[in-house]
């Protein structure tokens, strides 16, 4: 499930994996913030990439780790963060990339 809205030129992505059938075990798509997030963790929208913001020390606005639990008694295997400078309020759907990640593609946008 994936949520994302706009509001005050900033896009919250918020994204909830379950885990595959029959999957188990732990995977770390990354713990910290990945080495290359500046490079490796952006939205597209028409034809333009949107990088994760940063507070003011520099880290970026977005879960401090991606670790997958696959266990058969949890039906939510992870959540995710991110906040991305908005695209322009004509854009309706946008894709994520995260790093180890198949793009997720074709998320509505709500909020202006």
């Not at 992505?13 to 080495?35: D, H, K």
């Not at 500046?38 to 991606?66: H, N, Q």
Request: hydrophobic letters at 40%.
């Amino acid at each position: 499930m994936v949520e994302a809205s706009r509001a005050n030129g900033v896009l919250t992505l918020r994204v909830r994996f379950q885990r595959a059938q029959g999957a188990s075990g732990q995977e770390s798509v990354y713990y910290g913030a990945p080495a290359n997030w500046k490079d490796d963790i952006y939205v597209t929208a028409g034809d333009k990439k949107y990088f994760l913001l940063a507070d003011t020390e520099g880290y970026p606005l977005a879960s401090d780790d991606l670790t997958l639990q696959l266990n058969d008694d949890m039906p939510v295997a992870a959540t995710w963060f991110g906040k991305f400078p908005a695209p322009g309020p004509e854009i309706q759907a946008i894709s994520l990339v995260l790093p180890q990640v198949e793009p997720l593609d074709n998320i509505p946008l709500s909020g202006r």
